[in-house]
């Protein structure tokens, strides 16, 4: 099937939803032509423009089931090629990719490219860039990669990347301005596929039956605003000196053991059930940490019994990249006996900050410099508000390796991320221009727990709703989360970068959105065709958080 002839019939199932929204009341509908199809002219065009360094790199992936080694516990779960994380993807910015991915699942899949700007028909959201690759079936991605960073690739169908479908993809720059001695990918992940037979699809499929006793209503709003966000400013935020927060160091549970909230009410005996977490709590998400029970969290692929173990030697300056690969996780970080230099936020520079440990929504990336001492050093990943931990190791030298349950003080130190992200400033080199503001776009984030009805704007997302906004190309767009709900969301931002607070804030496509809250981000339209925007804790989303954003032609 040509690329053409499948968008024709996968958009065709989302036609009439997106046409519907171009008319006015009591005017006819427009004809197709009035939305950019994702591989239209105009697609074309600016994927044109994109630098090219000449230089074509071609990988193959395959989606597949079959058995993984966890580091101690094996698990039948769905992976690229049997490994997890996926292999790293690394290329350098100009370079065209060519990725052919064959799925051997027994269902539809694709593969999203989370955080880069590429041309639309190569985004991976089924029906609305593609139609899915079906069971047996394969597909070629190509594009180009213009701009550097640390980004990372899965399906986006359903709640499959909350299995093992995940793999980091790291853009050098050719020119890079950092200067560091190391390079080190830390993918943080929860888990749960294949334990005691659970499959992420069980659990969805509970969580849809709702929630009892959870919340039924809205968050009220908080007073106090922050620089891009509003709302549930928390004072002594930045250093964690908060009452009830977490647990000291030595109050370590157990790792692997069922902690951080309650077990679900009583279902029955429907699969999934057991895995529901009522009562998880964290100040730094404002109230509400997460619905899902994990039984293991990790650091590339392991857990904590058997970590992996990054070897280096003193003095070595090192740039580790951080990307929260979880489901329904946010994760505190820190590196023990070290303090973080902050470089980047989602794949974009910032001004440069000081910080002990950093919180991590789902889908979010931080890269940092660190100058490593003497010694054997735990880095630490705090499921926060679930009171669990991934573990890796640094080693430059002897020393005692630290317990799987350890905590560092730095957990507790200075905190970079979460709702604070509005303080950071963009660099020089990636600030948003200044520019009038054409468009508002006002995004309210509906639904509660104990009926689990999660949208945008109060619905659910659907194929055949109309979009939640049309965009015209050349324009600055300033889009505004407003979190009505009692949970916190991680938005997601499809094939732009937009700006936290305004032009001079950092550059990102993931941003948290606490209980009561508002962020507002600007973006340029310079990407056309149909981009989704969404939240991504798996769960929200696949029970309706999404929505489309279509460029007129």
């Known amino acids: 099937m040509s690329r053409r002839a ?53 990988f193959s992936y395959s989606a597949t089931p079959g058995m993984v080694d966890l580091g101690g516990p094996t698990v039948a779960t769905w992976s690229y090629d049997g490994v997890v994380p996926g292999h790293e993807l690394r290329v350098n910015a100009g370079d065209q990719v060519q990725i052919g991915v064959t799925n051997h699942l027994p269902q539809d899949t694709t593969m999203h490219w989370h955080g880069l700007a590429i041309r639309n028909d190569m985004d991976g959201v089924p029906h609305v860039t593609q139609n899915p690759i079906p069971a047996g079936g394969s597909f070629t991605y190509r594009y180009v990669v213009d701009e550097p960073g640390t980004y990372w690739y899965h399906p986006h169908v359903g709640v499959q990347f909350d299995r093992g479908l995940y793999g980091p993809l790291i853009i050098e ?39 009892p006793g959870m919340d039924s209503g809205t968050a009220p709003p908080s007073s106090t605003p922050m620089p891009g966000m509003t709302g549930m ?27 951080g909230g309650s077990p679900s009410p009583s279902t029955g005996s429907m699969p999934g059930s057991s895995a529901i977490l009522m009562n998880a709590t964290s100040p730094l998400l404002g109230g509400d940490a997460g619905d899902v029970r994990y039984p293991y969290y990790l650091i590339n692929g392991r857990v904590p019994t058997a970590p992996v173990t990054f070897t280096s030697k003193p003095g070595s300056r090192v740039r580790i990249r951080f990307i929260n690969a979880g489901g329904d996780t946010a994760f505190r970080v820190a590196l023990g006996g070290h303090r973080m230099t902050v470089v980047h936020t989602d794949g974009h520079p910032i001004n440069p900050v000081q910080a002990d440990t950093l919180l991590l929504g789902m889908g979010e990336r931080y890269d940092v410099l660190v100058t490593l001492a003497d010694g054997v050093f735990p880095l630490v990943a705090l499921a926060e508000g679930k009171n669990q931990t991934a573990l890796a190791l640094v080693r430059t030298g002897n020393g005692a390796v630290p317990p799987a349950t ?21 660099a020089s080199s990636d600030r948003l221009p200044a ?28 194929l055949t709703a109309p979009p939640l906004a049309i965009l015209t190309s050349g ?35 993931t941003v948290i959105v606490l209980p009561g809250a508002s962020v507002t981000c600007e973006f340029d339209t310079n990407d056309p065709g149909l981009w989704v925007t969404h939240c991504h804790n798996a769960y929200h989303e696949n029970a309706g958080m999404m929505g489309v954003l279509a460029y007129r032609t």
């Open 475 to 509: 324009q600055r767009v300033r889009m505004t989360y407003i979190n009505t709900t009692t949970m916190w969301h991680p938005m997601h931002l499809h094939g732009h970068a937009f700006a936290v607070g305004g032009p001079g804030g950092p550059r990102k496509d």
């Open 173 to 211: 720059d050719p020119h890079e301005p950092l200067s560091y001695d190391e390079d080190w990918t830390v993918v943080l992940d929860d888990w749960l596929d294949g334990v005691d037979g659970l499959t992420p699809e069980e659990v969805s499929a509970a969580l849809n039956k709702g929630m």
């Open 233 to 259: 400013n928390m004072p002594g935020m930045s250093g964690m000196n908060m009452p009830g927060m977490s647990p000291a160091p030595s109050a370590a549970p157990m790792s692997g053991m069922p902690m």
């Open 435 to 462: 520019h009038t503001i054409d468009q508002t776009i006002p995004l309210t984030l509906t639904g509660d727990m104990q009926s689990y009805n999660w949208g945008i704007n109060g619905k659910r997302y659907s």
């Open 406 to 426: 350890v905590r560092p003080a730095e957990l507790n130190g200075t905190l970079v991320g979460g709702s604070q992200v509005g303080q950071l400033t963009a």
């Open 6 to 58: 499948v968008l024709r019939d996968g958009l065709a199932l989302a036609g009439v939803g997106l046409l519907a929204a171009c008319s006015r009341e009591g005017s006819p509908a427009p004809a197709a032509a009035a939305l950019v199809t994702p591989d239209g002219p105009q697609v074309n065009a600016v994927d044109a423009s994109r630098y090219r360094d000449g230089v074509t790199r071609t």
